[in-house]
């Protein structure tokens, strides 16, 4: 089972950027999927998750900004990431859990899944 990250790069202040996470070994249909990030000599943090029924959740910083989506047939789950501001900078990764989770449990599930990690850094 692996999740597959990709579409990082360097991207100016204000600028957009669309990250995309693929899964492979499983079918990831009936798993919540997450965007985390961990910017340098800070803890890991929820970024925006996606439950099996659609549902979304974002974290307060992007919200408004970031879109969260997933395509079943791909087995992919994706962070449109739009107005980016230094703060975004950090290393993004995508994680799946499996089960049935509402929109409002999304930050707090405990992945089990993770990608290796894609670095956007957002230049001033």
């Known amino acids: 089972v692996q999740l597959q990250a990709s579409g990082g790069g360097l991207v100016q202040v204000g600028g957009s950027l669309r990250l995309s996470c693929a899964g492979s070994?499983?079918?990831?249909?009936?798993?919540?999927l997450g965007w985390f990030r961990q910017a340098p000599g800070k803890e890991r943090e929820f970024v925006a998750g996606i439950s099996w029924s659609g549902g979304v959740s974002y974290s307060d910083s992007v919200k408004g900004r970031f879109t969260i989506s997933r395509d079943f047939a791909k087995n992919t789950v994706s962070l449109q990431m739009a107005r980016l501001n230094p703060e975004d900078t950090a290393v993004y990764y995508c994680a799946a859990k499996l089960g049935t989770w509402r929109s409002y449990e999304l930050p707090n599930v405990d992945y089990e899944y993770w990608g290796q990690g894609t670095l956007v850094t957002v230049s001033s």
């Open positions: 070994g499983r079918d990831f249909g009936g798993h919540a």
